[in-house]
């Protein structure tokens, strides 16, 4: 596998991959896929998301895009990709010319073949959609390899994985600042969106079920410093040193008029305390 196209490390997943049946991988669970859109649509393979085309693999949801197969680039240039079901995808679903003319694909570039000369074209970086990123809201990224760039490790959390003094897996830190990359630095539950690079600590990753180890995306979600305190009474309690307590005051502080203004669940207690 190409450098660029590692993503993550993982100690010990190899033999635990083989024995569960997952394609021979060598330096991650992160594999490059190139696959018939049409073809996996027609399996139940494919979903669309706000954020990508998910395709099923054994049993694992993994995030890509979709670009035409042969695409007339002497007269057109080279293609634009697409990660949602944007107007110009409609269209051509309208006009019968989307089944059986789209790859999926996750990787930072493609190779092209012009479908009137033939001429080849490898390791092409292309570029997003102007209507898909304005559907999916897209701010961190306009090509393949900033698509490439967000993506992360669908990681299973009974694999044998090694992990800090926390129980976070090795490279939470990389994950968790991709995930919230992603996500624009938006909460999920308030939906404060914090633009100052200096402040964005104040959005954190939160593991919904509580495993650690279970960094799929279905388990993940961004929550502001008082919603991420406040979640469970577990978090309740874990917010409550001296450190914790000095950050939460920090963010409302800096944030209440735009928490009041979202009716953040929780800022109106806390100013009443």
């Given amino acids: 596998m190409d450098t660029k196209q590692k993503l993550y490390d993982f100690t010990g997943l190899s033999d635990k991959l083989d024995q569960s049946g997952y394609p021979k991988l060598t330096e991650s669970r992160f594999q490059v896929v190139r696959k018939d859109l049409t073809e996996e649509e027609k399996r139940g393979n494919v979903k669309f998301k706000d954020d990508g085309v ?53 990787s930072n570039t493609v190779d092209l073949e012009d479908r009137v000369t033939k001429e080849r074209h490898d390791q092409v970086e292309l570029r997003l959609c102007s209507k898909c990123r304005a559907k999916a809201s897209v701010e961190n990224y306009n090509n393949s390899q900033g698509f490439f760039d967000l993506l992360d490790i669908q990681e299973k959390s009974d694999f044998n994985v090694e992990l800090d003094i926390f129980g976070y897996v090795k490279s939470w830190r990389q994950i968790s600042k991709k995930f919230r990359i992603e996500n624009n630095f938006t909460c999920n ?23 650690k180890q279970l960094n799929a995306r279905e388990n ?54």
């Fill in 54 to 106: 998910y395709l099923t693999i054994n049993g694992i949801e993994h995030k890509g895009y979709m670009y035409i197969k042969a695409p007339d680039v002497a007269r057109y240039g080279y293609p634009s990709f697409h990660i949602t079901n944007c107007h110009v995808i409609d269209d051509q679903r309208f006009k019968g010319r989307f089944d059986g003319h789209y790859f999926w694909h996750n």
């Fill in 189 to 211: 539950n308030c939906n404060l969106k914090i633009e100052k690079i200096m402040d964005q600590r104040y959005i954190q990753v939160h593991h919904k079920n509580g495993n």
């Fill in 220 to 273: 993940l979600e961004c929550l502001c410093t008082l919603c991420h305190a406040n979640v469970d009474a577990t978090h309740q309690h874990n917010f409550q040193s001296r450190r914790s307590i000095i950050e939460i005051r920090s963010f409302v502080a800096k944030y209440k008029e735009e928490l009041l203004s979202l009716n953040n669940p929780y800022i109106k207690d806390y100013l009443g305390n």
